[in-house]
């Protein structure tokens, strides 16, 4: 049982420890293979305490790269949102110019009716009136002072 505790817990250090003691033939072998020991934990202290690092390291660069990943797809939605909203607010546009457009014509269409109205024989002949504005002035004239001067 002992022996098996042994080489469960300090099978590989110790024969690496006794093996160093063998191969330099100190004066104090015990002192030797302590500070030896010592030394092989720190060791593999420091790999271990490496490696966790290293682990954390590759753990932060995954969720690094999956915060750029999730970055990339926020900016291509957002380019997506901003072209629909741009498509939405040319479709009211063009609607409204068609719209506009139909209401052009159809203000032509209703004033070439009028005019056709009163080239009818028989349609009263009325006289365009000139209305004065409260400063006894024209439009007409009050329009021209203001943009051709």
């Known amino acids: 049982m002992e022996s098996q505790y042994l080489r469960r817990c300090l099978g590989s250090c110790l024969k ?8 330099h033939r100190p004066a104090d072998p015990i002192e030797y293979l302590a500070h030896w020991i010592y030394n092989y934990k720190r060791t593999l ?3 271990q ?11 932060e660069q995954q969720a690094a790269l999956e915060e750029l990943e999730m970055l990339r797809k926020m900016k291509e939605e957002e380019l997506m949102i901003q072209q629909r909203l741009e498509e939405q ?9 068609t719209q506009s457009k139909k209401q052009t014509s159809g ?3 209703n004033e070439k009716t009028i005019a056709e109205l009163t080239d009818r024989t028989g349609a009263p002949n009325l006289t365009r009136v000139q209305e004065l504005d409260e400063s ?3 439009e007409v004239s ?6 051709y001067k």
């Open 49 to 59: 305490k490496r490696m966790l690092e290293r682990i954390e390291r590759e753990k």
């Open 142 to 147: 009050v329009w021209k002072d203001r943009y």
């Open 16 to 23: 690496k420890g006794l093996a160093e003691v063998v191969e």
């Open 107 to 109: 203000k032509n269409e």
């Open 45 to 47: 202290d420091g790999e």
């Open 136 to 138: 006894g002035l024209s």
């Open 89 to 97: 607010r040319q479709k009211p546009r063009s609607v409204e110019l």
